[in-house]
């Protein structure tokens, strides 16, 4: 990536804009290529879900994902450039993409701040392949034309634009002047109050009723006979209402409601979209350190603290829990054994609490190797056996096997790369695909030995309960 001794943000006139991206225009023509052109602007405090409000439109694709509890909040939307790629190679194929669009990038701002500089989005789907008529190809990538983001206190803008040698600089400018001058005093007046809908009228199990406890059983008899040690089953419900979801609407919801989750919306640019708020983080790179979390076993929460505390001392005496949670961590150290990482963490898990659950939680850091990509880790964690299963094999066909839906996006990393290499991804559960006046809400739970068809139904109603009352006013 070239980075000019630009600073837009100083001495910036409509003039110095155009002669800054004729000079681009003349790079491109040297370089016999088309340059990616990243303008970054440090701004006064901007709510990156309000400037989506303001600016989301449902033809558009668009990633929005907030942290409330990590500080941060990122949205980007319409696509200057976009990849996709199916296979077991996707991710190896998007890197090779990602490394060929930074060599022929060109950045001016404060790229040192957090979420400065072009950073590519991800959707990808739970499976490998993706059928030709699914809302989302197995892995879509895109750098926004617009991006805001906010990291505690800082808060950056991010133009992004595709230069060409003929390009029309006169009329680029003039619309990177009008977002520039729209970014340092923002006008929220223009967003409209997206309200979620009323509670649902129909509400369909996919499969048909008892087909859950089914699977269950079959699995458990696999399981017995030594096919593999544990499987995560799914169930997908489909919500009809008379209002229409507006993803945006159901996002204030998450964001208040759960702030120690990943608050999300990827959009398609044909109607849909894929919302949710997931606790599960996949791998975060930064610094040259990566972040990833052994996430398994489930426990309600109390209605008041001493009950709440019960729960949490039962999942933490639970042998069933410890057992599933000890094959998570166990996977993880295999799948990155080969990346000579060394492995940080502690001795035992601990609860994590969210709103509505409490899971056995264990983070896992390392030191990561020079020539190692956030990628190469995604490729490896995905998918986790706190989605698929272990061995992953087995236990990823016998979901194909049992579950009567195809996942899509459901359970597959999603998130972002930077022009530094780094990144953060996170598993796409508590999740539904909202289209027009229908939702499709997923929920899952791991069955190992020991496990009870009965018991894994009801740890799946708990969590349908919570994404059924975050979707609408029921």
Not at 316 to 339: G, M, T, Y
């Amino acid at each position: 990536m070239k980075i000019l001794p630009v600073n837009p943000t100083e001495n910036v006139t409509p003039e110095s804009l155009r002669a800054f991206l004729a000079q681009c225009s003349a790079l491109a023509q040297a370089a016999g290529r088309p340059q990616l052109v990243s303008i970054s602007l440090a701004v006064d405090h901007l709510d990156p879900l309000a400037v989506l409000e303001s600016i989301f439109e449902p033809s558009e694709l668009h990633f929005y994902a907030e942290r409330p509890a990590q500080g941060f909040a990122v949205a980007g939307a319409e696509a200057v450039l976009e990849f996709t790629a199916t296979g077991p190679g996707r991710f190896t194929a998007a890197r090779d993409h990602i490394a060929r669009v930074l060599a022929d990038t060109i950045a001016v701002g404060p790229l040192a701040e957090p979420f400065a500089g072009p950073h590519f989005f991800f959707a990808n789907s739970f499976a490998h392949e993706s059928t030709a008529d699914a809302p989302f190809p197995a892995l879509r990538l895109f750098v926004p034309r617009w991006q805001v983001a906010r990291l505690g206190d800082s808060t950056v803008a991010v133009a992004n634009l595709l230069i060409t040698a003929d390009a029309p600089v006169e009329l680029i400018a003039a619309k990177v002047w009008k977002a520039h001058v729209k970014f340092r005093a923002f006008d929220y007046r223009s967003a409209q109050r997206k309200d979620r809908p009323s509670a649902p009228k129909q509400a369909e199990e996919i499969g048909g009723d008892g087909s859950y406890q089914r699977g269950v059983s079959q699995a458990l008899q696999e399981i017995a006979r030594g096919d593999y040690h544990k499987v995560v089953l799914a169930r997908a419900r489909r919500l009809t209402t008379t209002e229409e979801f507006h993803p945006l609407g159901v996002l204030n919801h998450l964001r208040q409601h759960y702030p120690a989750c990943y608050a999300f919306s990827i959009a398609n640019g044909h109607g849909q979209s894929f919302i949710g708020a997931s606790p599960e983080r996949l791998v975060r790179v930064a610094g040259g350190r990566m972040h990833t979390e052994a996430l398994a076993g489930s426990a309600p929460r109390g209605g008041s603290a001493s009950e709440d505390a019960a729960f949490a001392r039962a999942l933490l005496l639970s042998e069933k829990d410890q057992r599933e949670h000890r094959l998570v961590r166990e996977s993880i150290a295999r799948r990155v054994a080969d990346l000579g990482l060394k492995l940080e963490h502690a001795d035992q898990p601990r609860v994590l609490g969210l709103a509505n659950v409490q899971h056995l939680h264990l983070p896992i850091s390392a030191t990561l190797p020079a020539d190692v990509h956030i990628l190469d880790l995604v490729a490896r964690l995905h998918p986790t056996p706190a989605v698929g299963g272990t061995p992953r094999e087995p236990a990823v066909a016998a979901i194909a096997r049992l579950e009567p839906f195809a996942r899509g996006l459901y359970a597959g990393p999603h998130g972002w790369v930077d022009h530094r290499g780094g990144g953060e991804f996170f598993v796409g559960i508590r999740s539904a695909l909202v289209d027009g006046r229908s939702a499709t809400v997923y929920a899952g739970a791991g069955i190992v030995a020991g496990s009870s068809p009965e018991k894994e139904f009801a740890e799946t109603e708990l969590k349908f309960k919570a994404l059924i009352e975050a979707l609408t006013n029921s």
